[in-house]
């Protein structure tokens, strides 16, 4: 919870950050369409977060496969823009390892 009022400079930043994380591509794709510095546009999300403006949606969706069906092929986007393509007969224990992995790297 902020401690104090946001500035109107930090609701502008604010307003760019959360419109380049519910966007279609990654904020770097997000500054260059709108004429930002990407390194002022995280520099902004970084202090909005640690400020307490704003918290990021995490990215994640459940997913729920049947037990008996393991998949053979995926292929999932993230928000961030990290592919992860794998294939093969995959259990549901795996798939969350693979995502879980790619979600703590950054």
Not at 99 to 104: D, K, P, Q, V, Y
Request: positive net charge; charged residues 20%.
């Amino acid at each position: 919870m902020p401690s104090q009022p946001i500035t109107s400079k930090q609701q502008h930043w604010l307003e760019h950050v959360k419109a380049a994380d519910t966007g279609d591509g990654s904020l770097t794709d997000y500054a260059s369409r709108h004429n930002l510095s990407v390194k002022t546009l995280y520099q902004w999300k970084s202090k909005l977060i640690k400020l307490g403006f704003y918290t990021p949606a995490s990215g994640f969706v459940p997913v729920h496969q049947p037990p008996s069906e393991p998949h053979q092929s995926c292929k999932l986007v993230l928000p961030n823009g990290t592919r992860i393509e794998f294939s093969g007969a995959l259990d549901g224990k795996a798939i969350r390892s693979i995502i879980t992995s790619a979600g703590l790297k950054q």
